[in-house]
């Protein structure tokens, strides 16, 4: 929570005339269109086709409500992102009407005549000032941003342009307030708005303004903002782009992104589109979602094949499809800045394909790069005042963890093998202790400072396996050689892991204190943790217990917290104790193909892990028990040729996926390879490094385009 002096410093500061004033003027306007092409009278009679998204118009200058409210209002407030059932009600590309729940039984005139009875409910409740009746209108409460957006639209006195329930509880516990639990959009900002009028700084400013300096000012958004290369698939369509200030992509066979609800629905209209594409389908989908809903404040990376950067662009509204075109509907806005062209004396190799995400050290290494070709005086005059240079900032995944340290006290990261579980803990451990310039430096760099790390006091790492125990971790009598005596041995109290850390802590309040326990699951935790399970939790740090061997009075210090990694595949360990559970914030880490976004012949790596992961699903019928990208990389980078591939295959995969497959009794490693088995020896075929690349390819085809998994594929 921010303090009222920093609240009121920061409003008399802000500067509300220039491009804030042109944004509230702007605002204003689109407004005034809303309100006079949707006059509050006509609601009780708007027909269907003024309404909804997905029908055929003639006038692309006079669009249905939901269009005019995502897409032509950017000044209003973003409440863009997401499908298009964000409308309650809308027309599908198949041309089947798509519906919230309550509505999926009704004919459709049936169901927007509901609908609509409850707009007109809503708005009547508002204009009266009696918001709480809006919060009994059932089939509202689907659509809160939309509801949230109209509501404000038509009376911009009485709410913010703050969409977000995220967000707005965000700046509620801000300037001092508690968000109600569960409490619907629309009444947050209500909330929101109601505390903001107390504020004698901001008083007289318009709700435009208002909402403008929160995020300017507090923005509740990552700090690290997504980062993806997107290849424009032509020069001229790069051109295009530039000129048009956007990112344009192809695949303009497919309608609307916004109406497919989940990535399933989109890969099938792809497959039907692009059947050659099939085998892509799954990792295709996924990043047109994400191409979907990006963000204001992105970050696009244009490039022209693999050594050659165009550009940076900051997007600065989201996804829109425009039907008027015949190349390039698929578009998101984004700020271009040329200065960062560059070219790579080592080729990019994830930027093959058209989409990837760029890592924090890549962003790092393109802004060094730049900062490195200015010369003369601005070059100079920047250094010596300390700007100009990339600022050290952490990757998403670990403030992620962070985030979850500071609200829970403790994480586990769960998953799969091979997803970086303990490479994030470890990040985390740098990022804690104040070095988060080497989270993202060269492997030999990150694995010095953590070696440095672990020579410290603040963080200890531990494996736990069935035989660690309470006294490794917090204290037991053991037996020791007692110096200048004869006879042997004499019990003496020994401090586990755990208590030694947390007093070094109790001594040291100014800093973190982190252990770090890699397998968690694979460690009896009852046994090991004993009676501190209940010390977990963060409103009872400080408080004693008695320790029972020993009597002593022990506490968990505020400033102590724990990291656990946790191989959801493991079949040698059983479930973690859920009262135990639910002490941790659990961060799940799946397989990430997209992190490996390069190829090695005609193999797309990212496509070996999906085909792998889809038919290990199909064969055991779950999804829990997958293959990680770790697999695929080799210091932080995606294997390099066909020799480093075939020895990862037949080395570490093919052995992992055998030990999965025999504790599940009816399940053979050929129902996962089907065509990479010899069934004369009924083991998987062995081949030479180039072959099998291509083998490999094959078997990935088979994988989209073809459902079974049979010896006959």
Request: hydrophobic share 40%; aromatic share 8%; proline share 7%.
């Amino acid at each position: 929570m921010t303090t009222p002096d920093h609240f009121r410093s920061a409003a008399l500061k802000y500067d509300r005339s220039g491009p804030v004033a042109q944004l509230v003027a702007e605002a204003a306007e689109q407004r005034k269109h809303v309100q006079t092409a949707f006059l509050l009278d006509d609601w009780p009679s708007l027909p269907l086709e003024r309404y909804a998204l997905g029908q055929e118009h003639s006038d692309p200058d006079d669009p249905p409500y939901c269009k005019l409210i995502e897409f032509r209002t950017p000044a209003l407030g973003s409440m863009k992102g997401g499908s298009s059932a964000k409308h309650i009600l809308y027309r599908h590309h198949s041309g089947v009407w798509k519906t919230a729940k309550p509505l999926r039984d009704l004919p459709i005139e049936d169901a927007w005549a509901r609908l609509r009875g409850e707009f007109v409910a809503g708005l009547k409740a508002a204009g009266a000032g009696a918001f709480d009746r809006i919060d009994s209108l059932p089939i509202l409460q689907y659509g809160p941003a939309l509801v949230t957006k109209t509501l404000t639209t038509y009376f911009p006195d009485e709410f913010l342009p703050i969409y977000s329930a995220a967000h707005l509880r965000y700046f509620i516990e801000l300037v001092g307030g508690t968000p109600a639990p569960g409490a619907a959009t629309w009444r947050l900002n209500r909330h929101l708005r109601t505390l903001l009028r107390s504020r004698d700084e901001i008083a007289g400013w318009q709700p435009d303004e208002v909402s403008l300096f929160l995020y300017d000012t507090f923005d509740p958004r990552p700090v690290i903002p997504d980062m993806v290369q997107i290849s424009p698939e032509t020069p001229d369509r790069w051109e295009d782009c530039l000129a048009d200030g956007s990112i344009r992509i192809g695949w303009d066979r497919i309608d609307d992104l916004g109406q497919y609800p989940n990535d399933e629905e989109l890969r099938l209209a792809l497959v039907d589109a692009y059947p050659r594409q099939a085998a892509q389908s799954v990792r295709l989908a996924e990043s047109l979602r994400c191409f979907r809903d990006l963000q204001p404040g992105a970050l696009v990376f244009a490039n022209e094949g693999t050594s050659d950067l165009l550009a940076v662009g900051t997007v600065t509204d989201g996804y829109s499809y425009d039907e008027t075109r015949s190349r390039g509907r698929h578009r998101v806005a984004v700020r271009w800045d040329v200065g960062y062209a560059q070219h790579f004396d080592t080729p990019q190799r994830g930027w093959g394909g058209q989409f990837t995400k760029v890592s924090q050290r890549l962003w790092q290494d393109i802004q060094s790069r730049r900062q490195a070709a200015k010369t003369g005086e601005e070059a100079t005059a920047q250094a010596a005042a300390g700007v100009g240079g990339p600022t050290p900032e952490l990757p998403l995944e670990v403030s992620r963890v962070l985030k979850a340290l500071q609200r829970k006290g403790q994480v586990i990261l769960q998953g799969p093998p091979g997803t970086g579980k303990t490479h994030l803990a470890l990040n985390a451990a740098l990022a804690l202790n104040g070095h988060a310039d080497a989270v993202t430096a060269a492997p030999t760099e990150r694995a010095q400072a953590i070696r440095s790390l672990l020579d410290g006091d603040r963080v200890e790492l531990v494996t736990f396996h069935p035989t660690y125990d309470y006294g490794d971790f917090v204290q037991a009598f053991k037996p020791v050689h007692e110096a200048g005596q004869t006879g042997g041995l004499a019990l003496k109290k020994i401090d586990g892991l755990f208590h030694r850390i947390c007093t070094k802590a109790a001594e040291d309040d100014e800093h973190t204190y982190l252990v770090v326990i890699d397998e968690i699951n694979r460690g009896d935790l009852p046994r090991i943790l004993g009676e501190l399970v209940t010390l977990l939790d963060l409103d009872k740090r400080g408080l004693p217990v008695t320790l029972p061997l020993t009597g002593e009075s022990f506490s968990v210090p505020p400033n102590v917290r724990i990291i656990g990694t946790m191989n959801i595949v493991d079949h040698n360990v059983a479930g973690v104790d859920r009262a135990i559970m639910r002490r941790f914030a659990r961060v799940d880490m799946p397989p990430d193909s997209s992190v490996i976004a390069a190829s090695i012949g005609g193999l797309a790596l990212g496509d070996l892990l999906d085909a792998l992961n889809t038919r290990i699903a199909r064969a055991l019928g779950r999804t829990c028990s997958l293959i990680g990208h770790s697999y695929l990389m080799r210091d932080g980078q995606p294997l390099a040729t066909d020799d480093e591939l075939s020895d990862v295959y037949f080395d570490e995969i093919i052995p992992d996926l055998e030990q999965l497959l025999s504790f599940e009794g009816n399940v053979t490693i050929g129902e996962v390879l089907g065509s990479l088995m010899d069934y004369g020896t009924n083991r998987p075929r062995r081949m030479a490094p180039s072959d099998l690349v291509g083998a490999l390819a094959d078997w990935c085809a088979a994988t989209e385009s073809g459902p079974p998994m049979s010896p006959d594929e």
